[in-house]
C-alpha cells in the first residue's frame, strides 16, 4: 500500500472500522485516507480522531484516491454512483462494501471499463473480527483483487468467492452474527435457569463458543469428530444432544440460512432493477 491513496465514499460505521483497521496495523497512513461524508459533524470527528482527510464533496473524493471505496447504504447508491461517474477512471480500483449492489449494477452507472470488486462484509468487522467474502468484475486485474484482500485483512479473514454466491454469503456470515447473538442469549438462559449467575453463565458461555471455533479451526478435524470426543455414552452431553436434535436445531439453522439467503436475492433484486 506504500503511497497508495484511498477514498471512502460515506464515513458511517463500516467504512470507520476500516480505516481503524488499516491505521492501527500501519498499512496506511492518514495523509492517503479521505473520507467523504456529508454530516460536519462526522467529518469533523473522523478527522480529529485518525488525522485523515475529510471531504464532503464526492466528486474530489472520486478523484483522490487509486482505490474508492463506496461505503454508503444500498438505497442511495444509484445517486452516488451517477454523482461520481465523470471523476471516476479506469486507473482506479472501485471496491464496494454495498450489501446487494452488483457489479454489473455499479459498471451500468460508473462504465463497463471500469475495475470493480465487491465485498461482503459482516459486523465483527467493526472489531476486527469480520468473515469478508470478496469478488472481482471482469476489468478487476488479480492485483486488484489481491490489494483488496490486503485491505480487508486489516478487519478480518477474507475469502475469494464468485459473485453468484453473494446472496448465500449474506445469508450465512452477513446475518450469521444475529444467529449467534441469539444462540448465546439462548444458552446464557439456560445457564441462568439453572442457577448461574447471568454474568458467570454468560462468560461460560462466549468462551465456549470462541474456543469451539478457534477448535474447529487449529485442529482442522471434523466438527463432528470433536463432538463425538465430548459425547460419552449416558453421559450428560449426549442428553443435551437429544434434546437438541429432537427440536430440529440442525433443520432450524439450515433453514435459516436458507430463508436469509431467499430474502438477499429478493432485497437484490429490486435495488439491481
Ligand atoms: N455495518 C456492517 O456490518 C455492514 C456489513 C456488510 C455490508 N455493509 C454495507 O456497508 C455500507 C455502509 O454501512 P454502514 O453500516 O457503515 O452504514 P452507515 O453507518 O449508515 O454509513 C453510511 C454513511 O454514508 C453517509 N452518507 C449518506 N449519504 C451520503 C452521500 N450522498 N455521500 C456520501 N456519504 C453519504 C452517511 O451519512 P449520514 O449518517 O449523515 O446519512 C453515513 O455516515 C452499507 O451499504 C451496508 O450495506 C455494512
Redesign the pocket.
Same mark, same amino acid.
Request: charged share 15%; glycine share 16%; aromatic share 0%.
Given at each position: 500500500m506504500k503511497g497508495k491513496k484511498i477514498s471512502f &465514499? =460515506?464515513? =458511517?460505521? *463500516?467504512?470507520e472500522a476500516m480505516l481503524r483497521g488499516l491505521l492501527k496495523r500501519k498499512i496506511i497512513a492518514p495523509k492517503q485516507l479521505l473520507v #467523504?461524508?456529508? +454530516?460536519g459533524e +462526522?467529518t469533523r470527528f473522523l478527522s480529529q480522531k485518525y488525522r485523515i482527510l475529510v471531504t464532503s464533496d @464526492?466528486k474530489a473524493a472520486a478523484r483522490f484516491g487509486e482505490i474508492i471505496i463506496l461505503? /454508503?447504504?444500498?438505497q &442511495?447508491i444509484k445517486? /452516488?454512483l451517477q454523482e461520481i461517474a465523470g471523476a471516476v477512471t479506469s486507473k482506479q480500483v472501485i471496491i464496494s &462494501? /454495498?450489501?446487494g449492489i452488483t457489479i454489473a449494477f455499479i459498471a451500468s452507472q460508473i462504465g463497463k471499463d471500469k475495475r470493480i470488486v465487491r465485498t *461482503?462484509? @459482516?459486523?465483527p #468487522?467493526?472489531i476486527g473480527e469480520g468473515a469478508i467474502a470478496l469478488c472481482g468484475g471482469g476489468r478487476a486485474t488479480p492485483n486488484d483483487i489481491r490489494v483488496a484482500r490486503e485491505l480487508f485483512a486489516a478487519v478480518g479473514t477474507t475469502l475469494i468467492i464468485p459473485e453468484t454466491h453473494m446472496d448465500a454469503v449474506t445469508g450465512l456470515s =452477513?446475518s450469521g452474527p444475529a444467529y449467534i447473538f441469539l444462540i448465546i442469549e439462548a444458552l446464557t438462559d439456560g445457564g441462568v435457569q439453572m442457577g448461574l449467575p447471568r454474568d458467570v453463565a454468560q462468560s461460560l458461555v462466549l468462551q465456549t463458543i470462541i474456543g469451539s471455533g478457534r477448535m474447529v479451526l487449529e485442529t482442522g478435524d471434523h466438527p463432528s469428530k470433536l463432538k463425538d470426543l465430548v459425547t460419552s455414552p449416558g453421559g450428560t452431553t449426549i442428553a443435551g444432544l437429544h434434546v437438541l436434535e429432537e427440536n430440529g436445531i440442525r433443520g432450524a439453522l439450515i433453514n435459516a440460512v436458507v430463508a436469509a439467503s431467499e430474502r438477499s436475492r429478493e432485497l437484490s433484486q429490486a435495488l439491481n432493477d
Open positions: &465514499i =460515506g464515513g =458511517g460505521n *463500516m467504512a #467523504s461524508e456529508p +454530516r +462526522r @464526492n461505503a /454508503v447504504k444500498p &442511495i445517486g /452516488v &462494501i /454495498v450489501a *461482503m462484509p @459482516n459486523t #468487522s467493526q =452477513g
